[in-house]
Structure formats: C-alpha cells, structure tokens
C-alpha cells in the first residue's frame, strides 16, 4: 500500500532546504549597494560569481570592488527586468517597494532570491557561514539569526582548536613530500608542530587541530603536556623525552619512528617545545623526512625566547632601552670548541640577551660578558617553567647570576634574559 505524499507547511512554517548553490561563472544581481551588499559580495566574488551590482550609490569599499573590476556597477536604481538571466539575486535596497517589485520579478523568473528587508518574502534565505580548513559550515534557524551566528562560531572554532574532531579521510602518500596543499590543509605524513613555551592554551589553532586528527604523537619532555591527557584513546603516544643530562632517545631512533608509523599510514604528529626551528632540531627531522619520501608540514610555535619573558614581565624590546635581542644558545660553554657563538660580539651590543639551554652553562657565560665588556651590574632575569603553573622568576646581575642560580635551586627549562629590560618591574 502506497503512502501518501506528506502535506507540505506553507508560508513561514516550512523548514529551508539547506543547498550549496555552485554560481562560479552565472550572473548573480544584487540591488543596493549598501552594508548589506558590503558584506555579501566578498563571498560571492569567493564563489566565482560574475555579479552585477544595481543601485545609485555604494560604500566606499563596494565602491572599490567595482573599480578593481571584481563587479559590474550599474548606477541606478532597480528597473524591472534587471534580473534577466540571473541565477541568484539578493534584494538589499532601503526602497521597500523597490525590493517588493524586485521580489515579485524574481517570483515570475524563478529565481532565487534573498531579501534583506523582509525574509518571510524571500524564496532563499542566507545562512550563517564559515569556514575551516577547507570545511563551509553554514547554519540556518529561520528568523532567528543570531542563534544562527552563534552555532555557527561554536562548530568553526570546536574545528580551529582541535575540539571538534574532523579527521581527514587519509592515504598514504605517495612521491616527494609536499608540505601543506591550498588553503594550509595538511597533506598526508608527519606534521612538524610546535606546542608553545608550556602552557597549553598557547600552542596554535592549527596545531591543535592536528592533535585531534593524529594516529600517532611523538612528543618532546618540553611540549604542552597536558595536551596529550586530551587524546583519544586510540592514539598512541611515544616519548621522546630529551631530559638534559637523563635519559634520552637519540634523534635517528626519533627520525626512523616519524618515518615508519607515516610509512604505515598514520597521521604522525611531532610534537615539540617552542617553535621546531628554534634549537628544536626540526629542520633534522624535516631532512630525514624529505630524505624518505614523506610528506612534511611544519606548524610553527610560540617561541619561549619571547613568550616566557613576556610572561613574566620582562619584555625583549622596550622603547628608548632596547631596539634589539639575540637569542643564544648556552648549551655549550663559551670556551668550549664546539660553540659557534661570537661572544665578543655579543658582549658589545647594548640590547637584550636571551639565552636558551643556559642554566647549567651561566656562570661561564656571565664570566666572559663581564670579561668582554658588558657591566656587571647588567641586570638578569632568570624565568623558570615559563607559562606554567610553576613559573618562577629570579632577578640578578651578570655578577650574580650564577650565585642566584645555584642558590635558588633554578633548573631548566629556564629562558635566561640579559639586558635592561630585566630591570623591568615583575607583571
């Protein structure tokens, strides 16, 4: 026995067909030239549209769209007949009538047509958009636009900060390493991410993303870690854990790992302190991947050598003390024959000294600043577990910076800052 064909709602009642309309090439109208028209021709011009704008005058940045030839501005009113041949027409006008008689051709001609004025008049509605790595999400609740607005935000930015899981369908790549494909979508391979100086909140939107879509993370000691509580179960996680002077996996084994779990057809995730090009050995990793065929995207971090000081209160630059800084590594001593750092050099300059890796080396380094000419007195500032919980801040001079170290019981990861800046007064 058939069904019988369900009684259609009239009017305002119905619900939206939700559709996305492919108007790359076809002529789409919009009357008025105003804030409405403003903030619907960028996406239109996004989507390829050839439009024509209708309406004696415009703002001056639809004004520029038609000088640039992005549109077709014909400066007069609406006339009847304007929307011949239009697939799309969005009525935007402060003419009611002229918006009625708008309306009503677009009826006779069947198109669809949006009203700015009066939506219960339109046959189509505008949705509430945005977009994400390649994703449209376009939302509708009727006549209640703001809610529309607010949904909206909500699934955009669960996609941006990983929140919302939407992982990419992946196959395994296939010939050289691409990096990333139009738009900074991920391609297939290892992503390369930097996680910030500690605090969670501080990696970026796009390398929490990458989190959420991962099969496997490889992390480093100095990475955001409660980030990886946050992982699905699935997920295997592996620790790369570089303690100074402690245990350690060496880099092949790191490399070899990358290569073989993307090899097999995983997401691989690298996650790292920092930025993965700031002493993180990322462009190591980037080599041995290019090296094996497999793709590599690097997502870059915020950098501890700016980011901890900040945190604690002591700016890199500040107008009329300093107009630059160098970021050093103290991972060697000054007199050791493996450093490749001018420190006579570094002596001489009147800006600021972050130095990295350093706690353990600061005593030799503050020894041949002072031996090279920079002031004893130069004052210090030494941030431990910068952006954490555990974030502490120790001030000395370069005359005592290594008695305060020792005293205080400082440990890395510490960023050490060298200048007037750390005279500075604590956040």
Excluded at 72 to 92: I, M, P, S
Excluded at 98 to 104: E, L, T, V
Excluded at 224 to 230: A, H, K, N, S, Y
Excluded at 321 to 328: I, N, Q, R
């Amino acid at each position: 026995m058939s069904r019988p064909p369900a009684r259609p709602a009239s009017g305002s009642d119905a619900f939206a067909y939700p559709v996305g309309l492919r108007l790359a090439g076809r002529r789409v109208v919009v009357l008025g030239g105003g804030q409405v028209a403003q903030r619907r021709l960028p996406a239109l011009l996004a989507a390829g549209a050839r439009i024509t704008l209708v309406s004696p005058s415009a703002t001056p940045s639809v004004e520029a769209m038609a000088d640039a030839g992005e549109l077709t501005w014909v400066r007069r009113r609406y006339a009847d007949g304007d929307l011949a041949d239009a697939w799309y027409a969005v009525v935007a006008t402060r003419d009611p009538e002229a918006n009625a008689a708008a309306s009503a051709e677009a009826e006779r001609r069947r198109v669809w047509c949006v009203r700015s004025d009066d939506a219960s008049a339109a046959t189509a509605w505008t949705p509430a958009t945005g977009r994400s790595e390649g994703v449209t999400v376009a939302v509708l609740t009727g006549s209640d636009p703001r809610r529309s607005a607010a949904v909206r935000d909500a699934v955009v930015e669960g996609l941006r900060d990983g929140t919302l899981s939407a992982p990419h369908h992946r196959t395994l790549p296939q010939g050289p390493p691409t990096g990333s494909g139009p738009g900074g979508t991920p391609m297939p391979g290892v992503a390369l991410v930097g996680g910030g100086p500690g605090d969670p909140d501080l990696i970026t939107v796009r390398g929490r993303r990458l989190l959420a879509e991962a099969d496997v993370v490889i992390a480093d000691r100095l990475g955001p870690r409660d980030l990886l509580d946050e992982l699905p179960p699935h997920v295997e996680v592996i620790d790369a854990a570089k303690i100074p002077y402690g245990r350690a996996m060496a880099q092949q084994a790191i490399n070899d790992a990358l290569i073989e779990h993307a090899r097999a057809g995983r997401a691989v995730v690298r996650l790292k302190g920092g930025d993965p090009f700031v002493f993180g050995r990322g462009m190591e990793e980037a080599e041995a991947l290019a090296a094996a065929g497999v793709a590599c995207t690097v997502v870059p971090g915020v950098t501890s050598a700016i980011s901890v000081p900040a945190a604690a209160g002591v700016p890199v630059t500040h107008r009329g003390v300093a107009h630059e800084f160098t970021v050093v590594s103290g991972h060697v001593a000054p007199d050791d024959e493996r450093s490749l750092v001018d420190w006579p050099a570094l002596a001489r300059l009147r800006g600021t000294l972050v130095l990295l890796m350093a706690v353990e080396r600061i005593g030799a380094i503050a020894e041949t600043l002072v031996r090279e000419g920079r002031d004893a007195g130069t004052p210090v500032a030494i941030v431990q577990e910068g952006t954490t919980a555990a974030q502490r801040r120790v001030d000395a001079t370069l005359a005592t910076a290594a008695d305060a170290v020792a005293r205080e019981g400082v440990r890395p990861p510490a960023v050490i800052v060298v200048g007037d800046v750390a005279a500075r007064p604590a956040g």
